[in-house]
C-alpha cells in the first residue's frame, strides 16, 4: 500500500488545515494508519492514530483537543483536521500505517507515505 498525504500550506496562528492521506495499491482496512510530523532540525514524532474499524482515535499531548483523525468509510482516505494552529506546529506531516495502533504509537515498522508541509506563522 502507497501513501500520499496533501493539504498542507501556509497558514497563520489560529487557523485551520485539513490534510488528507490517500492510498493506493491496496486500503488500510486491514492496519493502523498514523500521522506524524517532523519539524526543522528536529526528529518525527508522532501525532495521532486511528484504525479501520473506527476505534477511538489516540492523540499526541501537543496536538489533543486541537486535532481530529478520521477516515472515509471505504478504508482509502483518512484526514487530519487541525484547528488552533500554531507556529509550534509548523513541520512536514507524514501519515503512515503500521500493523498495529501500538507500532504507530512507537513508529516502530511503518509504512511511510510522502509528507506536506505545513507553515504557521504567527
Known amino acids: 500500500v502507497q501513501l500520499q498525504a496533501s493539504g498542507g500550506g501556509l497558514v497563520r496562528a489560529g487557523g485551520s488545515l485539513r490534510l488528507s492521506c490517500a492510498t493506493s495499491?491496496?486500503?488500510?482496512?486491514?492496519?493502523?494508519l498514523g500521522w506524524f510530523r517532523q519539524a526543522p532540525g528536529k526528529g518525527r514524532e508522532y501525532v495521532a492514530t486511528?484504525?479501520?474499524?473506527?476505534?477511538?482515535?489516540y492523540y499526541a499531548d501537543s496536538v489533543r483537543g486541537r486535532f481530529t483523525v478520521s477516515r472515509d468509510k471505504s478504508g482509502n482516505t483518512a484526514y487530519l483536521q487541525m484547528n488552533s494552529l500554531n507556529p509550534e506546529d509548523t513541520a512536514i506531516y507524514y501519515c503512515?500505517?503500521?500493523?498495529?495502533?501500538?507500532?504507530?504509537?512507537?513508529?516502530?515498522?511503518?509504512?511511510w507515505g510522502q509528507g506536506t508541509q505545513v507553515t504557521v506563522s504567527s
Open positions: 495499491g491496496g486500503t488500510f482496512r486491514d492496519y493502523a
Open positions: 486511528i484504525t479501520w474499524s473506527g476505534g477511538v482515535p
Open positions: 503512515g500505517s503500521a500493523s498495529s495502533t501500538e507500532r504507530i504509537r512507537t513508529m516502530t515498522a511503518i509504512n
